[in-house]
C-alpha cells in the first residue's frame, strides 16, 4: 500500500473534483481537522449536508445500535426503521405518501419520472412537458441535470431528454405564456441553493401553484437544499402560500449519511406500482435510523427556533461585513442558507475570498455567479458563528488590501 496522500487523488481519482491540497482527517461539532495540522470553523456543513455537525454522538449511537440491528436487506423486505422514518415524514408534512433513494440527484429523477407517468396514465403521452428555472440546480443524473437550468452542466452529454422547458425564475409573466396543458410537471426550489441563494418570491409561487391546478400540472418542490430544518422551518414551503404536488429531500435528512425522499399524496403514489420504479440502497435501515433521529431533533420547535435566530445572527454580521468592506450587493436568504453576492466587479472572486477564508482557517462556500455561501451545521454554536465571522473579516481585509 502506498503513503496516502493529496497526490494519491490526482493518480486514482476520475478527476470531478479538485478538492483542497490538505486531506481531511476529522470533524468534530462544527469543526474540521486535516492532515497539515489545521483546524477549521467550517461554514459549509459538508454542503448543507450535516445539519447535526460533525461525528454527532446521537448519531454515532444511532448508527451503533441500529448496525447490530440490521444494515441492509433490500426493498424484497420492509423494516421498522425505513416505516419509522416514513410515518415521521408524513406526521411533519402535508403529505401521505414516501419513497426512499439515497441522493438529491435520485429524488429528483423520481420524481420527475412519477410525474410523467401520471400525466402519461391520466391525459395521454402528449402531455410531457417539465417546467424548470433558469439557474435551478436538480442533480447530475442525465434527467435531473437536464431539467436543471444550467447549461454547462449539461452541454456534451447528449441527446438530452425532450420536453423540458427552461424559464426566467420569478418571471411571472412569461411563465403565464408558456405553461399549457401539455405541461405535465413544474419543478423549482423554493430558494435556488446553487444558483445563488435566490428566493422565489410569494407572488411567483401563487401564480404557479394556481396555474398548475388548473393546467392538470404537478408542482414539484425540490427541497433537497432548503429542506429539513435548513430555512427555519421544516420544510420551506411551510413557510410560503402554498403546498407543492411532490417534495423531493435529501443532503441534511440524515446528516451525512447517503439518503434522499421523494413525498406525494396518495393519489399521486398510486400511479407507481410494483415495478415501474425502484432502488436498491433506497429505504437502507441504517440510513432510515439516522433519518429518524435527525427528523426527531430537528422537527423540534425550540430547535427550528435556534436555526431562525443563528441565522439573524449570521445574517446581521455579514451585514455589518457588507457595510465595513462595500464589497457585497446583497446579503439573503433564510434560516441558516445564507448568500452574499459580491458587486458586479468582483464576480469572478468568490472562489479567491474562499481560498484566503480557508488560510485563515474557515470553510465556505460559493454559488451561482459572484455568491459566497453560508451553510453550517443547524446546531452550530453562536460562538462558533462568531469565531467563523472573525476570521472571514481577517479574510476580506487581506483581499479588500489588494
Ligand atoms: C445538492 C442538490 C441536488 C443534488 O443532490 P445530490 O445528492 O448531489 O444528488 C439536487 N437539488 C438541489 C436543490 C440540491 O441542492
Redesign the pocket.
Known sequence: MPKITRNTFDKVMIPCYKPFNCLIVKGKGSYLFDSCGNKYVDFTGG??VNSLGHCNKGVQSVIKKQSKKLIHASNIFTNISTLTLAVKLTEHTDFSKVFFV???????EAALKLARRVAFNLYGETKDEIISFGH??????LF?VSV?GQDKYSDGFGPKPGAITHLPFNDIETFKKHISDKTCAVIL?PI???GGIIEANPEFLKTVRELCTSHNALLIF?????GVGRCGSFYAYQNTNVVPDIL?S??GLASGI?I?AVLTSDKIAEHFSPGTHGSTFGGNPLACAVGSYVVDTISKESFLNNVKEKGITLKQSLEKLKHKYGIFKEIRGKGLLLGAELNENLKDRAGEIQQICAKYGLFILTAGHGVLRFAPALNIKNKTIEEGIKLLDKALTEFTQD
Do not use: M, W
Not at 439515497?102 to 429528483?108: L, Q, R, T
Not at 425540490?222 to 432548503?226: G, I, R, Y
Open positions: 454542503i448543507a439515497n441522493s438529491g440527484a435520485e429524488a429528483n435551478s440546480f436538480h442533480g447530475r443524473t435531473s436543471g426550489e435556488q441553493g446553487e425540490d427541497e433537497v437544499q432548503t423531493t435529501a443532503k447517503p434522499g
